[in-house]
C-alpha cells in the first residue's frame, strides 16, 4: 500500500474519531456503561472465536520467529478472555469521571470557581503482542468520554479484529457511533507515522510496546505521548526483613510472569540479610531455570550465580535472568535505584516503618511498594478496572493510566451577573 493511500486512510479515520469524539463526550454514564456490558458479553459469548483467531496469530508469530516474551503476551487464555470481560465490566462498576465538580468556592468578587472534569478527545493507542490492550483501551477510553484509534501489532491483526468486533456490537446496542473505536486494520508501518503527527484530529498518543517503538514515537511524535521505556523494576531486601515474606516476594515478583513491565529484573540485598536470604531464594529460583548474574558478593554465596556486567543493572530482560547486587544499606539501595531504575515499580521488603517510609519518600518511581510483588503494578489491581498503559512520566499521568489519566479539568465559572470592577 502506497503512502498516498495510508495517509488518507489515517485521514479519514482521524475525521470520523473527531466527529464521534464530541458525541461520547457528552454520552450518559447510563449509555456508556451499557455499552460496556454489552462488550463484556460479546467477549464472553465470543471466546472460542478470540482464541481460534489468537491461536493463527500465535502460530504465525512462530514461524516467523518471533522472541519468547512476545509469544507470551500475544497468547490469550480462556482466562485471558473472562480477564477481559471481567475488565470492562469493573470499568462500568465505577463512577464516570466526566463532568464531575470539585473545588468549587466563592471568591472575594462573589463568583465562584471550580474544576470540571473533561474528556482529553482523541487518543491514539499503539501497541505490540497484547491483544487484551484493545478491549482494555477500548474500555477506559469509552467510560472516559474519549474516542479512540487503535494500531495493534502486525503479529496480533487477527485477534484484534475478533476484539473489535465484540467493541464495535456493544457501541451499536448502547446506541454509539461505531466510530467511537477504531482499529486501524493495516500493519503497514507508515500507518503509525500518520496518527503520531495528526495534531488536528489526535490529542494525546499512548504506546505500549518494546523499548525501539516507544523511543521512535516519542522522538517523532507531533502529538503529545504518554510513555514509559522500559521496567526496571527492583525488589530491595531489608536487614529487617521477614525472611518468609522475602523469599515468597522475590520469587513472585521474578517468575509469576517473566515477560511484563512489572517483574523484578533486579534483586537487592542487605549485606545483614544476605547469608541467610540468598543462598534460599537462590535455590527456588535456580529450579525454575532463572538464570542469576550477581555482583562480586552474591557469586561468593551462590556458586551457580554468574558475574553481572554494568550493562545487567540496567537491562529490563523480560525473560528468566535476575541481576543480584548486595548493598551495605537502605541509602546505597536507594542509590542504586536512582541511578539504574527506569522509575517503574520499586519495592522494599522491611519489618522497619521508619525504613519503609523512608523508602517510599525518596524512591522516585511511578509505583513504589512495601512488602509486595512488583507484579501488583498494574491498573486491574489498583482497582482502575484495567489500564491504558503505565505511564513513568511525571506530567499529566503516572503509573497506571486509568479513568482519571485519561481525562483533564477545565476551569469553570458560576456567576450571577457578575462585573469585574
Not at 482521524?14 to 457528552?26: D, H
Request: charged letters at 20%; one cysteine or more.
Amino acid at each position: 500500500m502506497d503512502n498516498t493511500n495510508i495517509h488518507s486512510i489515517m485521514q479519514t479515520l482521524g475525521r470520523a474519531a473527531r466527529e464521534a469524539s464530541r458525541v461520547i463526550a457528552k454520552a450518559s454514564a447510563a449509555t456508556k456503561n451499557q455499552a460496556l456490558l454489552a462488550m463484556a458479553e460479546a467477549i464472553r459469548r465470543d471466546e472460542q472465536v478470540l482464541l481460534a483467531a489468537n491461536a493463527n496469530d500465535v502460530a504465525l508469530a512462530k514461524t516467523k520467529g518471533l522472541e519468547s516474551a512476545m509469544v507470551d503476551r500475544l497468547t490469550l487464555t480462556s482466562k485471558g478472555v473472562a480477564s477481559m470481560a471481567a475488565g470492562l465490566e469493573q470499568i462500568a462498576a465505577l463512577p464516570d469521571p466526566v463532568g464531575a465538580v470539585t473545588d468549587l468556592n466563592y471568591r472575594p468578587s462573589g463568583i465562584q470557581v471550580g474544576r470540571m472534569r473533561v474528556p482529553l478527545g482523541v487518543i491514539g493507542i499503539i501497541y505490540e503482542a497484547r491483544p487484551n490492550v484493545t478491549a482494555d483501551a477500548a474500555g477506559l477510553c469509552l467510560k472516559a468520554g474519549n474516542a479512540a484509534i487503535l494500531r495493534g501489532g502486525s503479529e496480533a491483526m487477527q485477534s484484534n479484529q475478533a476484539i473489535a468486533a465484540c467493541v464495535q456490537e456493544g457501541l451499536r446496542v448502547a446506541g454509539l457511533p461505531e466510530n467511537t473505536v477504531q482499529v486501524v486494520d493495516t500493519a503497514d508501518r507508515a500507518a503509525v507515522g500518520e496518527l503520531i503527527v495528526m495534531q488536528k484530529y489526535v490529542d494525546v498518543i499512548v504506546p505500549r510496546g518494546g523499548k525501539g517503538l516507544i523511543e521512535r514515537i516519542a522522538s517523532e511524535a507531533r502529538v503529545p505521548v504518554i510513555k514509559h521505556l522500559d521496567g526496571v523494576c527492583h525488589v530491595y531486601i531489608d536487614v529487617r526483613a521477614n525472611l518468609e515474606k522475602a523469599i515468597s516476594i522475590a520469587d513472585n515478583a521474578k517468575t509469576q510472569r517473566y515477560g511484563t513491565c512489572n517483574t523484578m529484573e533486579t534483586l537487592l540485598v542487605h549485606a545483614g540479610i544476605a547469608q541467610q536470604f540468598l543462598p534460599a531464594v537462590s535455590k527456588i529460583l535456580l529450579e525454575k531455570a532463572v538464570e542469576l548474574r550477581g555482583d562480586a558478593a552474591a557469586c561468593a554465596l551462590v556458586p551457580e550465580m554468574q558475574p553481572a556486567t554494568e550493562e545487567d543493572w540496567q537491562t529490563e530482560y523480560l525473560a528468566p535472568i535476575l541481576s543480584v547486587r548486595i548493598v551495605a544499606d537502605i541509602d546505597q539501595a536507594i542509590t542504586h535505584i536512582a541511578t539504574y531504575g527506569s522509575q517503574h515499580t520499586d519495592t522494599i521488603v522491611t519489618e522497619d516503618y521508619a525504613r519503609a517510609r523512608q523508602f517510599l519518600r525518596e524512591v522516585d518511581s511511578s509505583s513504589v511498594m512495601v512488602n509486595a510483588s512488583t507484579r501488583f503494578a498494574d491498573g486491574f489491581e489498583y482497582g482502575l478496572g484495567a489500564e491504558i498503559g503505565i505511564s513513568t512520566d511525571k506530567l499529566h499521568a503516572r503509573g497506571p493510566v486509568g479513568l482519571e489519566g485519561l481525562t483533564s479539568q477545565k476551569f469553570i465559572v458560576l456567576g450571577d451577573g457578575h462585573i469585574r470592577e
